[in-house]
């Protein structure tokens, strides 16, 4: 699916708009001319200060830049007004955890990052994003046992190419639980729920397989929109949107 067009910047939030999610590699959302690691909340540049590794801490700045993009697209504030927060339901504390939009109770976010990759979702409800390298194979296998349907990594393992099955199993699991279906697939999806909507595929120009997950009417229009360009870089390759 191609990417998701630029948006204008209303005075106003829009209301009742739908999920948008986008993907990019970290190198295209640190170029990108409407996001700036200034855009972080001093909260987040206290955690950034703990990261040792340069490439992994442009992966977690982008991700988390990106998701200020995918909020600007839904409420139609620009990303420096998106103020996002995160709470650990475990402990209760701030800085941590499943991450929301204090102003916007009504939306569920959510990003990931990986290796010189990042995406992000902003919708309707719960959502969940998980992007991984497309070379990168999930393990060991007593892990993928535990986490995922047993069956269902059986017959991936059955499969003539194994790895790139187990893997997209990972990533919607992934997606899943993002999205508070705590159970990943047990819990949500295969547990006869017809509210929500889950789907994976291949960026086959960023080498990444990307899963999504929420509430079926909000991800719909966002699944189903057209092509349209999001140039990130003046790089050949736009973010792909879903």
Known sequence: MASLPRAPFPPDPVRGAA???LVATTAEVL?????????LAPWERRRLAGIRVPARRDDVVAARLLLRLCASRVTGLPPDAVEPAQRCPGCGRDGHGRPYLPDHPELGVSYSHADGLAAAAVGPGPVGIDVEPLARRPGPLSVL???????????????????????????RREALYKAG?????????????DDVRLTAWTDHRRAAVVALAGADGALAPALSSGPAPLPVSSGPAPPSGR
């Open 19 to 21: 999920a948008v999610a």
């Open 31 to 39: 170029a990108h001319p409407e996001l700036d690691e200034r855009l």
């Open 145 to 171: 046992r535990r986490m995922l349907p047993k069956d269902e990594v059986d017959a991936a393992r059955a499969g003539p190419d194994p790895g790139p099955a187990l893997l997209r199993l990972w990533v």
């Open 181 to 193: 279906f705590e159970g990943g697939f047990g819990g949500g999806f295969e547990a006869g729920r």
